[in-house]
């Protein structure tokens, strides 16, 4: 097995090759590509990944590469991971949302609609490079954001076998098997339990939940609320998510408590950015050390917690056609009942030889909905946007969006947008 990682730059790369360790004698890996543009990073990431792999005594080779054809060549999986303008940029989308009192956020809101325009036509070229050198690839997308890039792949690269990928639900059902365990004096592992979950990414419900088969939703949500009544500050209303009857996934604070977040980013700086530029700035000198041949504890401030299991467990399920279900981002094909059957849904999957296939999900409650489709009108108007450099459609993007701004403010607010990116977004200005 072939594997290419693209974006390999990032401080996350060593735990996902220390993903890839704990399955070496699952995954038959000869060889796995680090590929990033910027070569000090990519000599700093990559040095440390071949010390992890030197340390655990396996044969796979970890190579180099400032050249992602090279990299994707005759790949059986390719990672995508990448970030445009790296995180100076996702400083300027934060801010871009806090100076015209909406939300800053790399992933919601204008600042997820910023990343995107930027990397859409750098993702679909790579879809464009996989079709020629590596077309039997399976392409996993972790750059965010996810669900609305794999909206882009589906549209104007349908041939590329892909799905897009998070570690939040992952993250989400390992904490409640943490306290299924602490209630139940029993240690769970992953395998145990098995959560359902639909909406797009970044903006799902969780409302089922299996523990070695048996239902056990109910012990699960009521446990949930009385945390959120515990709290001295909870992100959601206790008492408006027991009439929901659903748990949701916690970037929906951002749409149900926004005023709370746009006072919160008034107290800034540092933003979540700076935070984490910070954070890499003391990994990375870390990772420079040539003493270093373990994980840094810091890394679990960076953020993505089982970044690394989620992404080794799928390629090992489809790899070896286990045919296991994992939370995706794929189409969902008419498998969720009513809603248009072309939308990229995060959901159930099985992940086995043929690459990952949605499961028939029972539909999301009408108020849930509404939300899920007045961003994913969103999601469709932005993808044509980033792909054809269409300022009528971004413009309708921001409208849509329900944490955009008004009619009066869109047209400042992607004036501004495009300015402060434009090195990135030049079919803007054609």
């Not at 700093?44 to 994707?72: E, M, P, T």
């Amino acid at each position: 097995m072939k594997i290419a990682v693209i974006g390999a730059g990032s401080t996350y790369t060593p735990e996902l090759i220390k993903g890839f360790l704990d399955k070496v004698d699952r995954l038959p890996i000869e060889e796995i590509d680090l590929m990033d543009i910027d070569p000090t990073r990519l000599h700093v990431v990559g040095s440390f990944a071949q010390r992890l792999v030197k340390r655990a005594g396996v044969s796979f080779r970890i190579v180099l590469s400032k050249d992602s054809h090279q990299a994707i060549e005759n790949a059986d999986v390719v990672i995508t991971q990448l970030r445009v303008g790296q995180m100076p940029a996702r400083r300027e989308d934060e801010y871009l949302g806090s100076r015209h009192s909406l939300v800053g956020q790399e992933t919601t809101g204008i600042g997820g609609m910023s990343k995107a325009l930027r990397t859409i036509p750098v993702i679909l070229d790579i879809c464009e490079q996989i079709q020629h050198v590596a077309p039997g690839a399976l392409l996993l997308n972790f750059t965010n954001p996810s669900g609305l890039i794999m909206e882009a792949i589906q549209r104007y690269a349908p041939k590329i076998k892909a799905a897009g990928v998070c570690n939040s639900a992952f993250t989400t059902k390992m904490k409640i098997l943490l306290r299924l365990s602490e209630q139940h004096r029993e240690e769970y592992k992953a395998e145990d339990g098995e959560l359902l979950t639909l909406g797009l990414n970044h903006l799902t419900w969780h409302f089922g939940f299996n523990l070695k088969g048996q239902d056990v939703w109910d012990e699960v949500f009521s446990g949930y609320v009385k945390q959120l009544r515990d709290m001295p500050e909870p992100p959601f209303n206790p008492d408006f998510i027991e009439r929901q009857r659903v748990i949701p996934n916690d970037y929906l604070e951002y749409y149900f408590q926004t005023a709370k977040k746009i006072a919160m980013q008034k107290k800034w700086p540092p933003s979540r950015a700076e935070e984490v530029m910070q954070v890499e700035k003391d990994l990375l000198a870390q990772y420079t050390d040539p003493a270093c041949d373990t994980i840094p504890e810091g890394l679990m401030q960076r953020g993505g917690a089982y970044y690394s299991s989620v992404a080794a467990s799928m390629i090992d399920s489809y790899w070896n056609d286990l045919g296991e279900t994992h939370i995706a981002n794929v189409t969902h094909n008419g498998q969720v009942k009513g809603w248009e059957k072309e939308w990229i849904l995060e959901m159930p999957c099985q992940v086995d030889r043929s690459g990952v296939q949605p499961l028939p999900t029972p539909p999301l409650p009408l108020y849930n909905y509404a939300l899920l489709e007045q961003v994913k009108q969103y999601e469709l108007l932005t993808v044509e946007a980033a792909v054809h450099g269409d300022r009528e459609a971004a413009f309708r993007a921001l409208l849509a969006h329900p944490l955009g701004p008004d009619e009066e403010q869109a047209g400042v607010v992607l004036e501004d947008m495009l300015r402060i990116h434009q090195r990135y977004l030049l079919r803007f200005f054609l």
